[in-house]
């Protein structure tokens, strides 16, 4: 079955920096309607498919730990109300060093459902600053 992709029609515009030169592309598509927040989209589904998997992740035994949408939502929330009562701040920001797995999507989810979220990658750890306003 083929995967609809976005349309790859651009304008590009060369522009000349002050040693170097760059072209600046742009899609001539305009941007589709999209939630304000990326949690918004966990909240539509832990509406609308409460008990559908939304994150899974596979134990040592070879066994899946799944948690639902609903779970998610409801931890989202609570690690949120959490972190918000820890009077956090640019000058005092959280930084999550963890490997690819649920609690780290969920803490990021938190941060993200009330503030600004900055991410980098080094190897094989994630440093998230969460920059909390």
Not at 65 to 87: C, D, F, G, H, N
């Amino acid at each position: 079955m083929p995967c609809a992709l976005a349309s790859s029609a651009v304008r590009a515009r060369e522009h000349d920096d002050v040693n170097t030169k760059s072209i600046l592309v742009r899609s001539t598509v305009p941007v589709a309607p999209h939630p304000a927040k990326m949690t918004e989209r966990l909240e539509h589904w832990a509406l609308h498919a409460p008990d559908r998997t939304f994150l899974a992740k596979r134990e040592g035994g070879g066994d899946w730990r799944r948690i639902s949408y609903a779970e998610s939502l409801a931890q989202v929330r609570s690690i949120a109300s959490a972190l918000l009562t820890r009077k956090l701040s640019a000058d005092r920001p959280i930084v999550l060093l963890s490997g690819n797995d649920i609690e780290h999507a969920l803490l990021t989810l938190a941060a993200m459902k009330h503030r600004d979220t900055n991410c980098a990658h080094f190897t094989s750890l994630f440093a998230c600053v969460l920059r909390l306003r």
